[in-house]
């Protein structure tokens, strides 16, 4: 069936350091790919999503890749500061004209960013 | 502009019993996700409305079912609970002409005792 893979489940770093997620998909007719970022006791907040048409999309300090062949997409978090700190999940789906795509989770990372 | 809202915030029932949750989604958006996060995982999709009908169910059983409305706003009930259906429950809209972007509801907290 429908799976996502993240890695790793925890990531420390320092402050000013890079942060990359990895993910891998089971699905090779998924198109849609986005991350949401989940605070403690909050609601998952879309930060950035990339469409399988494309292979990379900047949006400031982040930044996600995907690798179509592969079945990989990743997020990466250049110069991290401390409000960073939360778990991210990645994503896939299916998107038809006809629907919006259900979404297919990863387990989350918890991203600890050091002062 | 208001966001997606949930209501309740925090509900405790006991076993056996009913419950019904409620979403409202964004302006602009007609499709209403919902899904299910346990403690330390990710969300698992439960199913999705457009036009007041279940277009798509993930693997959850017949007890949960769900409904909505003319104004797009959205139920999850759910019936004969057990201990397993603690969790956090959320829901998603997506804008019109089935939009590809999800945007989350700050989730309703079901505890079952």
């Known amino acids: 069936g429908e799976n996502v893979e993240q890695h790793p489940s925890t990531l420390s770093v320092q402050e000013g350091d890079s942060a990359v997620i990895k993910c891998t998909y089971s699905?090779?007719?998924?198109?849609?790919f986005p991350w949401y970022k989940q605070e403690l006791g909050k609601r998952p907040q879309l930060i950035i999503d990339?469409?399988?048409?494309?292979g990379e999309k900047k949006d400031q300090r982040i930044a996600v890749t995907l690798n179509k062949t592969a079945k990989h997409f990743s997020l990466h978090i250049t110069e991290t500061q401390p409000e960073d700190s939360a778990v991210y999940f990645c994503?896939?789906?299916?998107?038809?004209?006809?629907?919006?795509?259900?979404?297919?989770f990863g387990q989350g990372t918890t991203l600890q960013v050091k002062p | 502009d208001a966001g997606v809202t949930q209501s309740p915030t925090h509900l405790i029932k006991t076993r056996g019993q009913q419950v019904t949750l409620r979403c409202s989604p964004k302006?602009?958006?007609?499709?209403v996700s919902w899904y299910q996060q346990a403690l330390g995982q990710g969300p698992q999709f439960i199913f999705q409305?457009?036009?007041?009908?279940?277009?798509q169910r993930g693997n959850f059983p017949d007890r949960f079912s769900g409904h909505q409305f003319p104004n797009y706003s959205s139920e999850l009930n759910v019936n004969a609970l057990l201990l397993g259906d603690s969790a956090l429950y959320l829901c998603?809209?997506?804008?019109?002409?089935?939009?590809?972007?999800?945007?989350f509801g700050p989730g309703t907290r079901l505890t079952v005792t």
């Open positions: 998603a809209s997506s804008p019109l002409s089935h939009g590809s972007e999800q945007y």
């Open positions: 699905d090779s007719a998924s198109n849609y």
């Open positions: 990339i469409r399988s048409n494309v």
């Open positions: 994503a896939a789906s299916l998107k038809r004209s006809s629907n919006t795509g259900k979404l297919i």
């Open positions: 302006s602009g958006h007609d499709t």
């Open positions: 409305y457009y036009e007041e009908e279940e277009r």
